[in-house]
Structure formats: structure tokens, C-alpha cells
């Protein structure tokens, strides 16, 4: 036995606390009419959690509060426990006893508790829900109710069913399931959509990262090209610079000395009294001779000069040409772009709003220059960027210039020196001193002519390794601001070989090296500066948190798919614990309905609302099976026919008051049969009955107590001798009702 006592304060006519003790398989209560014995039945319903205040025989929750009477006040609480033995935990719960307890106040604020502790609604319903006193009352029939189970809607006694068959449980967790996966769909959702959004900036960051990534190995490879290659330039012009010096010293010394010989020469032959007209001649022509050479040198420097000024100009338009080639090539940015689309779009937009002809021209010409515009800025080669040959032209022009004036030079130098010789021819057949001294002076100059030929080599030389020192200083600048300090430690580039290999390295060699270097600039100047740590980071962030992401979504696919299967097995064995119980519950209404006409047919089926169509039990699940059969606003319910023995009449519309009542019994004990609830509260069910179906009333009452308590509330003397204990309720004049524990003899007489 289940149920242990029922305890009544301030509920309805108990204004004082009023406590049943149910120590027997059946209890009785008994009592004049308005003694408050539906109360008691009602306080079962409240105390189990019952919502419908209209179900309790009131209005508002302040109905169910002692009113007061003549002498004594009304209450502000009513309060019902209900205490269980819960040794064999058929209550969920891991106490012994358990109190269910709620309280009302007139302001209609409800509390709950489970021994002694303030719960939720929901607490209490699932504890009972697993006990198979759930709160759609099957268990408690109230006065006149006996038959709700047959007056209801099909899908209110299929609730009803379910809830005598212990289903709720299910139920609740399908529900719980349901929404749980609901709320997982929409976590799903949610995350995906949040994935989608950043999916363009992870894209637009990854393109970003690999420009870093190529900008960090082209910075790599410039590093380790360049430093090679201003070691191996510096060396080479060092090399070169020393050899020159040392080859210019002997010329340079013999110059000197041959100077000073020419000037004592010319001393000699300028005291010379006899210098004649030959002597003059000669004077004239070594003149012209010592000037058509000094202007002979003069243009050879010239043309050394113009030559390494022509070959910068060519380097200059060389790295230009390849600056062209990669802003042609360059990629449009996509956040420009949609910018420019989103200006078209806008002023499409305008123009959509005007009539006017030449307002929308206006519009269209605008169009254009956004387009122009943009192409302008994204492609431009501004002028200072045109390739400008102009100064190689006048270089050129000059240099051809130059070799004009240089051949005009060599051709009236070799005239002179014709003459020189034929002039000196002369003076030599006339040996006298001054002649000799002459021929000194042809013999000195034409080796000093020699020895400039060979210095202005030099001199040219010179030139060209100071250009090139220039060359490789701005070199350096620009390689130091792309690959940082370290290019300024090429010095301490080990090449692994010898001065005299590199300077004697093949020139083009080291061009082709340069030209290397060139294209990489230009390129990592187009990529921009920065080291892009923060791109990597922000991208690295990025793709953790859609990693994160993608994972969540994983994760919460997993939980749909298992709470899936959760609510598929719980629909199954919803289905199977169903038909199973509905079958068990046939068998017993048939064997109750027999017993209690002697004869005839009863049986529950299940059927689709809107169809109407009946289905045997043993096809529903061929139905199911089968969704042509089925359709979606279709509902399903339980429907009950009745065939009495000896009569033609069927259906339950034609049954009588009594059959009806006998009828809903036989229902009832029927579903507390399959599944017996601990208790079961009937509120004068019998007072329909004659005499002889009160006595197989009382037969098949204790048959069922052996399944479950009984509290009978009745005025039918036949079910009170059935009972083990008996209250009695009185109400005097004072409005409250009382208790006492009655004999049975004596009950015969309270309750009249
Ligand atoms: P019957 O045998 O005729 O069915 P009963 O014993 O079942 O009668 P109840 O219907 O349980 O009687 O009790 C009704 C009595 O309870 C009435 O006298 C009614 O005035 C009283 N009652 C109901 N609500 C309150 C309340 N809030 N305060 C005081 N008395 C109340």
C-alpha cells in the first residue's frame, strides 16, 4: 500500500486540519449530503496538482479557501498533503516517505512542495507521471463523472488512456526531446549562418596571407641574391680600381720625366741662332700636333663619359619597362571593386527616380566617369611613370656627335703627322745641333703621345668604375630598405673564392644577377611594406574560430541525429506500449462488461478523427505502414461501442443512466486492471446502481483492491460493508466539516 494518509487544512469545508489515515485495502467515507465529501475527493485532485479550478467545483483559486461561517472566519490558506510510503520507491524519488504538498492563497498564488521543500508544477507532475498517477485523473472520478471517460472526445480518452497506461512518461520525454532538437536545429542554423558571413573575409585574409607568404620567400631570395651580388660588385670595382692605379704609375712617371727632356729640347733649339724657316715649320706643326691631340683627348673622355651615361639611361628604362609590365598585370582589390559597383548601383538607383531625359543622361554620363575613373586610378601610368627615351635620344645624338668630330680629329691628326714626318725628313738630312734637338722633340712627343693614349685608357677606366660605385650605392639603399640591415653585411659574404676570380668573372654574369634583383624589387615594392604579422594573425584567429565552428556544428549534428533516434524509439515503444495496452485493456472491458450485464459486447478501437474510419486494432499498424491511409490534419482518438445482450439497440448513445454507469465502470476498472494506479478515489460511482449490480459492484471493487487502494466515497450500503475502515464527514451548523473513524453499523446511520 501506497497511499498513507490525506491531510486537509482551509481546503474548501475543512477549516480545521482534518487527517485520513488509509490503513486498509479500502476506505470508505460516508456522510449526509453536503457534509463535504466531495471535498475530500477533490483535495486528491488539487493536492496532485489539477489546474482547472473549474474541475474543483470554483472560479478562482480563492474558491477553494475556507469561506468562514457564522462563528468561525474564513482561512487565507488552504492547504492539502498527500503522504506516501516510498520504500519500494515506486515514486522516483530517494526517500522513504514522500509529502506532496500544495498550498493556495486568496490571492490565487499556488506553492508546491515535496517534503517540505518548495518545488515547480513540473516537478511534481513528472515524480507522478512515473508513478502512473498522472494528473489527467483517470484514477480520481469525481461525483457524476463516472462516465467522463465515455462523454469525452476521442482524443481526450486517448489522453486518458495513455495516462492509465503509464505513457506520460514517454510523452514527456518525446516532448522534452522535441524541443531540445528544435532548439539544436536552430543552434545549427545559427552557427552555419555565422560561418557563411565570414567566409568572404577568411578568403579575402588567405589571399592577403599568401601575398605575405610569397613577399617573405621573394625577401628570402633578394636577401641571399643581393648580398652575392654586392659583394662580388664591390670587390670588382675595389679590384680594378687598385690595378688601375698601378698601371698608371709607370706611364705617368715616364711622362713626367719626358717633360722636362722636351722642355731642355726646346730650350736648346729655341737658343739656337740658326733656327730657319724649317725650324719655324716644325714649331707650327708640333703646335698643331700637340693640339689636335690635346682636342683628340678631350673627346675620348667625352665619348667615355657619354658611353656610361647611355648605359645608366638603358638600366633606368629597362626597370621602368618591367614597372609597366606588373602594374598592367596588377590584380583589382575586391573591396575596391564593390565599392565602384556600389556607386554605379547607387546612381542606377537615382535615376530610376527621375522622368527627366536629360537628368538620366546626367546619370549615365556620371556612370562612365566612376568607371573611368576607377580603371584610371587602378591602371594608372601617370606621366611621370611614361618611359621617357628623350635623354637616351640626346645621349645617343651626342655620342654620334662626338665619334664625328672624333674621326674628323684622328683624320687631321694623321694629315699632321704626315707633315710632321716630311718636315722632319727634311730637318734630318740637315744634321746640324738644332736638327738633333728637333729630333729630340719629335722623339719625346710622339712617346708622349703614347703615354696619354695609354693614361686616357686608364683615365676612362676610372671613369667607368666610379660609375659603377654610384651605381652600386643607390644599389644598396634600395636593397636595404626591402630586406633590412642585413643587406649591409654583404661585406661579410663569403664567397669562397679568390679576388682575382671575381674581378675576372665573365660582366654579363654579374648583369644577369642584377636584372634578377631588379625584377624581385619591383615586385615586393608592389606587394607593399609591412612584415604582415598582423594579416597572419588575424587570419590564423579567423580560421581557428570557423574550425571552432565547424566543429560546434559537428558536435550539435551529433546530439539532432541521437536525440533523433531518441524520440524514434520513444514513438516506438509509444506505439507498441499503446496497442499493446489498449489490446489488454479490450480483453478486461469485455471480461467487466460481461460480468456486469451478463452478456453482450464491449471494446475500445483506435480511429482517425477526420476519416471516421474504423480500424480494427489489429491492422493500425498495417495503417501506419501505409501513408497514402493516413493524412496529416487526421487526428487520432480512442472510440467505445457497446453491444448489450438481448437488445438491438448499440452505440452509446442509447444506453440507459444505469447502463451508462455500468458501462464507464467496467471501462474504468478495466484500465485500473492492465495498470493498476496505487490508488483509486470513486466518488459515489455507485449511486446508480440497483441492488443486484450493487453487489457484483462490491465483488468487483475488492478484486481490484488487490491492485490498488480504493477510497470509496458512497451512500450505498452494499460497497460500505466492503470497506476496511470508514470515515465518517458530519457538517453542523457551523459550516465546517468534521471527521470521524466510524464502525460500520454506525456509517449505515451517518450517512443518512
Ligand atoms: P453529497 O452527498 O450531496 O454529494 P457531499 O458530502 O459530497 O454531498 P460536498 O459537495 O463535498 O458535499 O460539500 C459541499 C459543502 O462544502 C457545501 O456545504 C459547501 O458550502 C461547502 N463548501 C464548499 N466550498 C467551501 C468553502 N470555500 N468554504 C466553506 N465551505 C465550503
Not at 480494427?616 to 480512442?638: A, L, R, W
Request: charged share 35%; glycine share 6%.
Amino acid at each position: 500500500m501506497y497511499l498513507k494518509s490525506l491531510e486537509l487544512l482551509g481546503f474548501k469545508s475543512f477549516a480545521k486540519k482534518s487527517v485520513f489515515d488509509f490503513t486498509s485495502k479500502i476506505s470508505g467515507i460516508v456522510g449526509p449530503n453536503g457534509s463535504g465529501k466531495s471535498n475530500v475527493a477533490e483535495s486528491f485532485r488539487f493536492v496532485l496538482g489539477e489546474q482547472s479550478i473549474k474541475s474543483l467545483r470554483g472560479k478562482r483559486g480563492e474558491d477553494l479557501i475556507f469561506n468562514g461561517s457564522k462563528i468561525i472566519p474564513r482561512s487565507n490558506r488552504a492547504s492539502v498533503k498527500i503522504l506516501f510510503d516510498n520504500t519500494k520507491r515506486f515514486l522516483n524519488i530517494d526517500f522513504d516517505e514522500v509529502v506532496i504538498e500544495r498550498a493556495v492563497y486568496r490571492d490565487g498564488i499556488n506553492q508546491y512542495f515535496i517534503n517540505n521543500s518548495q518545488v515547480r508544477l513540473r516537478d511534481i507532475a513528472e515524480l507522478l507521471a512515473s508513478a502512473n498517477i498522472g494528473s489527467s485523473g483517470h484514477h480520481i472520478i469525481s461525483q457524476g463523472e463516472a462516465d467522463r471517460i465515455l462523454n469525452a472526445n476521442i482524443k481526450e480518452r486517448k489522453e486518458m488512456i495513455e495516462d492509465a497506461l503509464g505513457l506520460k512518461v514517454f510523452q514527456y520525454k518525446k516532448q522534452e526531446s522535441q524541443k531540445k532538437l528544435q532548439k539544436t536545429e536552430d543552434n545549427i542554423i545559427q552557427i552555419e549562418l555565422l560561418r557563411k558571413e565570414n567566409a568572404p573575409h577568411i578568403k579575402f585574409l588567405k589571399k592577403q596571407v599568401d601575398k605575405v607568404e610569397r613577399s617573405i620567400i621573394m625577401r628570402d631570395e633578394l636577401k641571399k641574391l643581393s648580398l652575392e651580388y654586392l659583394k662580388r660588385e664591390s670587390e670588382y670595382i675595389s679590384f680594378n680600381k687598385k690595378k688601375t692605379k698601378k698601371a698608371q704609375k709607370a706611364p705617368q712617371d715616364e711622362l713626367n720625366a719626358l717633360e722636362e727632356k722636351l722642355q731642355k729640347a726646346k730650350e736648346i733649339l729655341s737658343k739656337s741662332s740658326k733656327s730657319d724657316e724649317k725650324s719655324d715649320e716644325l714649331i707650327i706643326q708640333e703646335k698643331n700636333l700637340s693640339d689636335i691631340r690635346a682636342r683628340k683627348d678631350a673627346l675620348t673622355r667625352e665619348l667615355g663619359r657619354i658611353e656610361g651615361e647611355i648605359s645608366g639611361e638603358n638600366r633606368r628604362i629597362e626597370k621602368e619597362k618591367e614597372t609597366q609590365k606588373i602594374i598592367e598585370n596588377r590584380t583589382v582589390n575586391y573591396n575596391e571593386l564593390n565599392k565602384v559597383v556600389e556607386q554605379v548601383y547607387s546612381q542606377i538607383d537615382d535615376a530610376k527616380e527621375k522622368n527627366d531625359i536629360s537628368e538620366i543622361k546626367n546619370i549615365l554620363l556620371s556612370i562612365g566617369s566612376i568607371i573611368k575613373d576607377f580603371i584610371s586610378i587602378t591602371f594608372s601610368k601617370d606621366k611621370d611613370n611614361e618611359i621617357d627615351y628623350i635623354e637616351l635620344e640626346n645621349l645617343k645624338n651626342k655620342k654620334i656627335e662626338i665619334d664625328k668630330n672624333l674621326l674628323n680629329v684622328l683624320r687631321d691628326e694623321s694629315l699632321y703627322n704626315e707633315r710632321y714626318s716630311i718636315l722632319k725628313t727634311k730637318i734630318e738630312a740637315e744634321k746640324d745641333d738644332s736638327r738633333e734637338a728637333e729630333r729630340e722633340v719629335f722623339s719625346v712627343m710622339s712617346r708622349q703621345s703614347q703615354l696619354r693614349a695609354i693614361l686616357d685608357k686608364f683615365e676612362s677606366i676610372e671613369n667607368d668604375l666610379i660609375h659603377k660605385k654610384q651605381d652600386f650605392e643607390i644599389e644598396l639603399q634600395e636593397i636595404a630598405v626591402l630586406v633590412g640591415r642585413a643587406a649591409l653585411d654583404y661585406d661579410k659574404y663569403n664567397l669562397g673564392i679568390g679576388l682575382e676570380e671575381i674581378a675576372n668573372e665573365e660582366r654579363q654574369i654579374q648583369e644577369d644577377r642584377r636584372r634578377k634583383i631588379e625584377k624581385i624589387k619591383i615586385r615586393l615594392e608592389e606587394f607593399g611594406g609591412g612584415s604582415g604579422e598582423e594579416i597572419i594573425k588575424e587570419y590564423k584567429e579567423a580560421t581557428q574560430r570557423d574550425e571552432f565552428l565547424e566543429r560546434e556544428i559537428a558536435d550539435l549534428e551529433k546530439s539532432a541525429s541521437a536525440l533523433k533516434d531518441l524520440i524514434k524509439d520513444l514513438e516506438e515503444r509509444l506505439s507498441i506500449q499503446f496497442n499493446d495496452g489498449i489490446e489488454k485493456i479490450n480483453k478486461e472491458f469485455q471480461n467487466f462488461f460481461t460480468l456486469m450485464f451478463g452478456g453482450g459486447e464491449a471494446g475500445l478501437s483506435v480511429i482517425k478523427e477526420k476519416k471516421r474510419k474504423k480500424m480494427d486494432i489489429n491492422i493500425i499498424s498495417d495503417v501506419e505502414n501505409n501513408p497514402e491511409e493516413t493524412q496529416e490534419d487526421e487526428e487520432e482518438g480512442i472510440d467505445i461501442f457497446v453491444s448489450l445482450p438481448h437488445k438491438r439497440t448499440k452505440g452509446l448513445v442509447m444506453l440507459s443512466g444505469g447502463e451508462r454507469a455500468l458501462t464507464s465502470i467496467a471501462l474504468l476498472f478495466a484500465m485500473s486492471q492492465v495498470n493498476p494506479p496505487p490508488f483509486l478515489v470513486l466518488d459515489e460511482t455507485d449511486a446508480a446502481l440497483d441492488e443486484a449490480n450493487s453487489k457484483r459492484y462490491g465483488d468487483m471493487i475488492e478484486n481490484l483492491s488487490k491492485y490498488s487502494q480504493l477510497i470509496l466515497i458512497t451512500h450505498n450500503r452494499e460497497t460500505m460493508s466492503r470497506a476496511g475502515i470508514l470515515y465518517g464527514v458530519t457538517m453542523n451548523s457551523d459550516g465546517i466539516s468534521k471527521l470521524l473513524s466510524i464502525k460500520f453499523e454506525e456509517a449505515v446511520q451517518v450517512a443518512k
